[in-house]
């Protein structure tokens, strides 16, 4: 007789653990470069891998900023963040 192929069953798994995971992550930042993993303000797909150019970036545009710019980018949350982490710093 034909059995039902128990392949649906198992995808069926895969989905949601993959659903679970990626739900977690959501209010995670994680820096695969160091390794670190570290809290979000809200739950967004918005910077939850941050690379190196993306802190380069962010240290560039602190480091070529003015005074005024300097104080509305300590109101930016990602910015905040990784200043706090250590990950942005003053060259």
Known sequence: MNEPKKSFPISIFYFSFVLFLWTILLGFHFVPCESRLFFKESLSLKHTIITELDIEIEINRYNNSNLVERASL?????????KEQGLVFEK
């Open 74 to 82: 300590m109101h930016d949350p990602f910015f905040r963040t990784l």
